[in-house]
Structures are given as C-alpha cells and as structure tokens.
C-alpha cells in the first residue's frame, strides 16, 4: 500500500501541482487531533460533485453527516486534481493504525474534521473475526499442507565416549531435513546431515511417529544421501525441472531450522548455475540456485519448492558471516540430484570418472614457483599405482629424502579443449566426462608441453551397511 501513496503523490505533483507563485503548504504530516483525519473543504466539495461512491460511506463531515452525491455536481473533470487528494487520502487513510490522525495540507484551504472510526477499512471489525485469505496467501497455504507430510526430521545419533566414566552413549549429535522421494520408503537428504551417523530417526508431519532409517547409499562430492524407511503411506513431493527456472521465480523451502520442525520460509529465484565447494570433499558442485528464502542450520536437506508444490532444489547451505540466514542460500538443483538418486537406489553407489591422481593445493604451485604460479594450472602432487594417470606416464612430484630438494611432478594445464587454472576448472571438466571416455591432457613438464592420453577410471561411493 505504501506504492501506491507514492504512486499517488506522484500524480497529484503532475495534475494538481499549482507550479506559479508560491506554495504556502503541500505536503503529507502526521499529526493527532482527537483521532480525526484532517482533510480540506476544497477536497470535501470536489467528493460530492464528482459522486466517488467509495467515500459515501467512509467520511462524514464536521456536524457527523454522511459525505454524499451533491445533485448540483460540476463536471467531474473540473474537479479531477481535487479527486487525485482524495485519492490520496484514502490511501493514507487504509495504511494507518487505529487511533492515529493524519493531515493533508493544501495552499489556501480551511480544515474539515471526520472521526476515524468511519472507515470500514480497519474500524468495526469485531475482535475475533477470521481473517478472510486472498488468492496468494490461499495458494501457500494449500502448498504447506500438502508438502508438509513429505518433509521428515532427520536425527543424527552417535556414539559419544565420557571422558570420566569412558562409558560411549548414543546420543543426538545433530538434526536436518528429508523429504520422500518415492512411496518405496526412499528419503533424501544431504549427507553432511547424516555423516558419521551410528544411528538415523526419522519424524514425519502426518503422524508424528518416528521411524529408524538406515543409510541406503549417499555422494558425498553433490553432498547427497538417501535413506530407506519402513512407513506406510509415504507420499513424495512431485519432482519439478530444474533447468527452466528464471531468476525472480517465487520459490518455497520447508524445514527444520534450529530444530523447529516443518517451518515454511518464501523468497524468490536469486541467482542460477552457481558454484559451491562440497564442504565433505571441496569439489565443486555445479548449477547450483540461489535463492533468498531463509535458509538455516537445520534447513539442510529439506526441499526447494516451486509455487505449484514441485521439488526444484535441495537446501544444502547458506553464505553468513553470522551462521544465521543472511538472504543468500543455495538448493542442488533436482535434474542433478535425480541421476545421483536413482544410481543410490538401483546400484547402490554412485559411480564418477576419475584421473586417478593426487593434486597439490591451488596455492601450492605459487608458493613453489613465486608470482608465475598464479593460476598455472594444477600441480600433480601423487600418482597412485595402477590408476588411469599411471598407466598414461603422468609423472608425480618428487622429494629427495637426503638433500630435501622437490622436483615438481606434471602441471595440468588443459583437460581436453578446456583450459585449466585451478582445481575446480579440472573437476569441472571431469563432471562433463564419462568413466571409460579416452581424453587428452596437456601438462607442463619441466620446460616443455607434453600431451597425454588417460582412459578415465571409475571413482566409486558406496556405502557398506
């Protein structure tokens, strides 16, 4: 309501702006006469003449009548800038609180008294009445109860060891957000939620039951992980596109935030394909979105919503230098998730190309060679026996245990056609290829450019119950 007084202002300046001579008074104050609104004579004459039926029943005049059609009217367009104030008025009226009193100020007019209580807006509504919802705040409301049976709290117990006593305990080291993916009692969340877990509980909404869980499967490069749960009656959140989404899109996110289960939170589309460093691993996780719904410890896990209730994202974590939401969350993006899933469930692992290589710290080669190691690339730091980059020649970083002296090993400076500066150019690059594919790395070796073919191997994640 607050744009449309300034939208409102702005066109009483454009047509009732009196531009010559001088303007003794015209300007919005805020001021309290026996809770009365202030408004003018001027403005008053204008209302009957040009028969604005909404203020009939809303203003009364000094001596308490009902402002209302004038049978000698003037032409409603002789009156239009007086109309615009009104218009005004009325807007500032509908923003106020109860009790206050608002004056609008005019050049050359004399004041009119009407009480407040006449407006129907925000007076003689009885204490206790419904608040009667409209189309948008109707539309959030059926998408939080029909999502909500499908969120879970999750709980992380552990075993913990008294230093006194050294007696272990299972006890709840930590707490986060599922959702149901499918009614075959598959659960997912991220998997720094469920991390070292000794022990899962999972509560749903519905029924408030909680329920054991037993890790499935997880990735813990896209930081994911799914559960299996023995409930009847699951129902999965409908999966959603990922790829389509615009910035300004509204978005949904439903969790447990510092542990207060099922919390509904709204914000919009902030920023899409972002890149964050999985905080199990630190390689990069791509197309991530942004969004500035909060998102808080306990969030993670829980789903990112479009407003027709379909899981676009998962919340996995936010940028604060508080700890706390600071309007800057991130979701995985569910066309990534939904591959990593459906390997969890059907293979029970999670299968990536690798290079099979140790690599050295981005800093690492800046530190070894000076300023000239800036974005130089990547620094093969090991070569594990038997894996790809072995059976290719590429050569590791070398320490001579007697004089200490390093011989630096390959740096990596392209993968492919795509340039490598760092390590997340390099992950980046393998995220694109598949295990088996056959791809061409161009090193740095001493002096000289040197190209290597690698058959790229396969990285497995599996979890062993």
Request: hydrophobic letters at 40%; a neutral charge.
């Amino acid at each position: 309501m607050a744009l449309v007084v300034a939208s409102v202002a702005s066109s009483l300046v454009t047509v009732a702006g009196t531009r010559p001579g001088p303007r003794k008074r015209s300007s919005l104050v805020t001021t309290r006469v026996d809770n009365r609104i202030i408004l003018r004579d001027d403005i008053v004459a204008p209302m009957r003449r040009a028969r604005v039926s909404i203020f009939r029943a809303s203003f009364r005049d000094r001596d308490g009548r009902v402002v209302d059609d004038d049978p000698s009217a003037a032409s409603p367009n002789d009156a239009a800038h007086r109309i615009t104030a009104a218009l005004l008025s009325a807007s500032v009226l509908m923003t106020s609180a109860p009790g206050d009193a608002l004056a609008i100020a005019f050049p050359n007019a004399t004041e009119t008294l009407f009480p407040t209580e006449a407006s129907p807006t925000l007076m003689n509504i009885p204490d206790g009445t419904p608040t009667k919802l409209d189309a948008e705040e109707t539309d959030n409301v059926r998408l939080f109860r029909d999502a909500t049976p499908s969120v879970a709290f999750i709980t992380n117990k552990q075993l913990v060891q008294s230093r006194y006593s050294l007696d272990a305990t299972e006890t709840p080291v930590g707490a986060g957000t599922g959702f149901v993916w499918d009614d075959k009692g598959h659960v997912v969340t991220n998997f720094h939620v469920v991390k070292g877990a000794n022990e899962l509980s999972v509560t749903f909404q519905g029924d408030q039951k909680t329920y054991g869980a037993k890790l499935l499967g997880y990735d813990e490069d896209k930081d994911v992980a799914v559960l299996s749960v023995e409930k009847p009656e699951l129902r999965p959140i409908p999966l959603g596109c990922s790829s389509t989404l615009l910035v300004g899109q509204k978005v949904f996110a439903i969790g447990n935030p510092f542990g207060l289960d099922h919390t509904l939170t709204t914000g919009i589309v902030s920023g899409l394909g972002r890149e964050l460093p999985s905080g199990n691993t630190g390689r990069p996780i791509l197309g991530v979105i942004q969004t500035d719904a909060a998102i808080n410890p306990g969030n993670s896990g829980g789903p990112l919503l479009d407003s027709r209730g379909r899981l676009i994202g998962v919340n996995t974590a936010i940028y604060s230098p508080s700890g706390a939401s600071a309007g800057v969350g991130f979701a995985l993006p569910v066309d990534n998730v939904k591959g990593i899933v459906e390997q969890i469930i059907q293979f029970g692992r999670v299968t990536r190309p690798v290079l099979g290589l140790v690599l050295a710290p981005d800093g690492a080669l800046r530190q070894l060679i000076g300023e000239n190691g800036r974005d130089a690339g990547v620094l093969v730091l090991g070569v594990p026996e038997g894996g790809p980059a072995a059976r290719a020649g590429i050569v590791g970083t070398v320490r001579d245990t007697l004089r200490g002296d390093i011989t630096l090993g390959d740096v990596i400076v392209r993968f492919n056609d795509e340039d490598v500066k760092n390590s997340s150019d390099l992950y980046r690059a393998l995220d694109m290829a598949r295990v088996g594919q056959e791809v061409t790395l161009t090193v740095r070796r001493g002096n000289a450019k040197v190209e290597v073919s690698v058959t790229l191997g396969e990285k497995v994640t599996k979890f062993d119950a």
